[in-house]
């Protein structure tokens, strides 16, 4: 879908993960629809080329280099997006890591990997909501969409236990949101990716076995792209998405469907 203009005009945005992938494909499409948009994600040089892309387009953001897993870091992060703009309408929380090498069968995992892969994809998550969250409120409402992942729901990655596990948590994290947030006119939905072509898949991407094998898995017979997600992200943040709350909006070529 084409960016439609000004569909955000006036709007404030921040988005974890900007710098690659899903991510960076949000903010983009954000500033192209007239949003500020903050940059947030622990790497600077990605940030940085992320916002001259946005500038060069005419686009207004803010490159704020923060780890989500450390409240101090992501507090501070959206405390500076929220001065900078008087306030805060959208947070798209998204940042993640996934660890194919040392996430392993349960009996096998390390307590490093798990405790990484949990901390960094929900912990991290939890904390840019809780942080959003004041300001959504202080602005009188707005909306969050969170990312998750088809193996939080259908224990389809094997020998990945904690991101499963880590997704899986999201999921249910947003539900309960939702239903606390909604009267106060905070809208909270998610967004799940299923096989999709972003730095975090190169590893299948490179591979021409598991790129046959993954494709194989989706009906459509391809690997999604981050500009497909991101499309589903502006929606469920936009206010043709009104009426929706605790919605788990599915982007997988049908995958979850066989």
Request: a negative charge; hydrophobic letters at 50%.
């Amino acid at each position: 879908m084409a960016a439609i203009a000004n569909r955000f005009a006036g709007r404030r945005a921040v988005v974890t993960g900007a710098s690659s992938g899903i991510g960076r494909a949000t903010a983009l499409r954000f500033a192209a629809e007239g949003a500020r948009v903050a940059l947030i994600a622990r790497r600077r040089p990605g940030l940085d080329a992320v916002a001259e892309a946005i500038r060069a387009a005419g686009g207004e953001c803010l490159v704020l280099p923060a780890d989500c897993t450390i409240e101090d870091q992501i507090a501070a992060a959206i405390e500076e997006a929220a001065g900078a703009w008087g306030g805060l309408d959208i947070i798209v929380s998204n940042a993640a890591v996934e660890l194919p090498e040392q996430d392993d069968r349960l009996d096998r995992i390390s307590l490093e990997a798990w405790n990484r892969l949990i901390t960094t994809n929900l912990t991290g998550q939890f904390l840019t909501c809780k942080h959003g969250l004041r300001h959504l409120q202080s602005a009188g409402g707005g909306a969050i969409v969170c990312l998750g992942s088809n193996v939080g729901n259908l224990g389809m990655a094997a020998n990945e236990p904690a991101y499963s596990a880590s997704k899986g948590g999201i999921f249910a994290m947003m539900r309960v949101m939702a239903n606390d947030f909604a009267r106060l006119n905070i809208r909270v939905n998610m967004v799940i990716p299923g096989f999709i072509d972003t730095p975090m898949n190169d590893f299948v991407m490179r591979d021409p076995v598991q790129l046959k094998y993954w494709s194989d898995q989706v009906p459509i017979g391809r690997a999604g792209t981050a500009e497909e997600c991101a499309a589903a992200i502006l929606w469920l943040a936009s206010d043709e998405a009104s009426y929706c709350v605790g919605t788990a909006l599915v982007i997988d070529g049908g995958q979850s469907a066989i």
